[in-house]
């Protein structure tokens, strides 16, 4: 269902206190246990809360690959565009040699390539050396020719990734780079999810009525100490 999260709340003096966040409306009482460190306000533990479960919820899954010495100019926590035809995202992709109107020659033959894919609707997305991305309607392809459903804004030399509509990549989150001896990088990267970056515009709830463990009685006699060895 959710997280049941404890917290050092300042409400209650800094004592322990507990909460409960949730996703949906359904409330089967299957809450796992976390705590929260460093934050004593409500809605501050309550807000982190979530965002953890946001990401257990839309990140359930990460991806391992080795690139080349080209990933020197990816950080951790990076966002970046990615193909992995292995799990169906993308087909391919490379360098755009000529532009003519709404003609792109590029350096694949992608008709060729397609022999191995079902027939569907195409697209392309063209990035700058900017890293500014269009994404265009693909409507006629020959050999390493793509017509495409109006003329691109960039120039000849910029790169492309070629795919199925609404699949021509990935957007992921850098969580993890790891050099080896040969200038190869093994990188671990895990869904983008802009979801949970939406957590301000998610209105906190107000916090439920406290329920407090009773406190130890005052009236317990010390113990009585009847013989001391030494």
Same mark, same amino acid.
């Given at each position: ?6 917290? @050092?709340?300042?409400? /209650?003096?800094?004592?322990? +206190? *507990?909460? !409960? ?7 089967? =009482? #299957? ?90 609707? @195409?697209?392309?997305? /063209?990035?700058?050396?900017? +890293? *500014?991305? !269009? ?7 020959? =050999? #390493? ?86």
């Amino acid at each position: 269902d959710g997280y049941r999260f404890e917290f @050092h709340d300042e409400e /209650l003096e800094y004592e322990q +206190n *507990e909460r !409960v966040v949730s996703l949906g409306s359904e409330n089967t =009482g #299957n809450y796992e246990r976390i705590k929260i460190w460093g934050v004593t306000n409500y809605e501050q533990a309550y807000a982190l809360a979530r965002h953890k479960l946001w990401e257990r919820q839309l990140r359930q899954e990460s991806w391992n690959f080795t690139t080349n010495v080209e990933a020197i100019d990816v950080a951790r926590g990076d966002l970046v565009l990615v193909q992995m035809p292995t799990v169906g995202t993308g087909i391919t992709s490379g360098w755009v040699r000529e532009i003519n109107n709404t003609s792109i020659l590029v350096d694949e033959n992608i008709e060729q390539i397609l022999e191995n894919y079902a027939d569907g609707e @195409h697209a392309v997305t /063209l990035v700058s050396s900017e +890293n *500014e991305t !269009v994404t265009y309607n693909v409507l006629s392809i020959s =050999g #390493n020719t793509l017509t495409l459903d109006e003329a691109p804004s960039m120039e000849s030399g910029c790169r492309y990734m070629f795919g199925f509509e609404e699949n021509v990549y990935r957007e992921c989150i850098v969580e993890e780079i790891k050099p080896n001896s040969d200038l190869t990088f093994d990188i671990t990267m895990i869904n983008y999810a802009p979801e949970i970056y939406q957590e301000d515009e998610v209105k906190t709830p107000a916090p439920p009525p406290d329920v407090r463990l009773p406190e130890p009685e005052d009236d317990i006699p010390p113990p009585i100490i009847r013989n001391i060895r030494v």
